[in-house]
């Protein structure tokens, strides 16, 4: 990958981060939400992140072979 786009994505994936993390934040600091929707937020925010890093582990190791 070239430096300019390492850049691009490092800048792009903080941002999207904080947005994210704010976002999450305000959503746990509401108290009218159902124990129940946040713990299936919780959930799916967490296989996902599974799947991901799954899936980029092993595109990691189909480009090492």
Known sequence: MKPLNILGLIIF???ALALIGFGLYEFFEDTTVPLIIRWGIICL???TIIM???LIIE???DKRD
């Open 52 to 54: 991901l890093i799954s």
């Open 45 to 47: 925010i967490l296989g």
């Open 59 to 61: 595109r990691l190791k």
């Open 13 to 15: 994936s903080a941002g």
